[in-house]
């Protein structure tokens, strides 16, 4: 590769060398002039090209291709510097809160994908048959990122498994997370059919994300927490998500009690 761009550019160099000599020879002063200054331009140019194609050179042949170059990009304003081979990437630092942020959030996921398979079985409304659909998707993979989140870290991976969102493994109830339907609740919303149904999905899951904004709000006031990059994506994108979402099943409310008026 080196040698050729060599001889290419000793070929530049050349033909630059033959303008020069047509210039001098040009009948017009005007035009010679005009010839010298567009070749001096292209030969500074030429400069520039085989400088820089030098130090690709040098730095070609001090690099052994075996070994890995860890580049480290500097601050603003600051040069990068180029690590080790042997350096290792290292996972920010956590909190305990975001431990038991994630690890309860499973189980508050777990729960509103449970729910909304209830629907299919339960209601007729495309509505919120589209919205069901819409909330299972997203939250069974945001599941699946908070598990590789724990796992990456070597914490307690939950399961997230249907029907037992307020259970643990040995069959105790567990401490519901913030807006967490009842063991009662669910129980209702299993035995609805119908408008009856819609009715208790909506006013479930309104509840239900409502204390997941509580979960991403206490996670943000607790110091030294949050601050995983990670983490802070997926909290505030959850966050974003759901607020939404409460207002979609706001106006769905709305819209049934203003049917049921008529």
Known sequence: MLRKSTALLSLVALLMAM????????PSPRMAAMMSASLLD??????????????VATDSQQTDPAKPVVVQPGAPGKP?????????????????????FMQGMIMHHSQAVEMTALISSHTENKDLRLLGARISSSQSDEIKFMQRWLAARGERVP??????SDM???HEPLALMPGMLTPEQMKALRKAKSAEFDHLFLTGM?????GALTMVKDLFDTAGAGQDADLFNFATDADNTQRAEIRIMQGMLEKKSLEEKR
């Not at 303008?19 to 040009?26: I, P, V």
């Open 42 to 55: 292209r030969t500074q140019r030429f400069i520039a090209v085989k400088h820089k194609l030098g130090i």
């Open 206 to 210: 309104i509840q239900h994300h409502n």
């Open 19 to 26: 303008g020069y000599a047509k210039a001098a020879n040009s």
């Open 159 to 164: 399961m997230a498994t249907p029907g037992m």
């Open 168 to 170: 643990d493994m040995s």
């Open 80 to 100: 990068s510097r180029t690590l080790p081979p042997s350096t290792r990437a290292t996972l920010p630092p956590r909190s305990q809160a975001d431990v038991e």
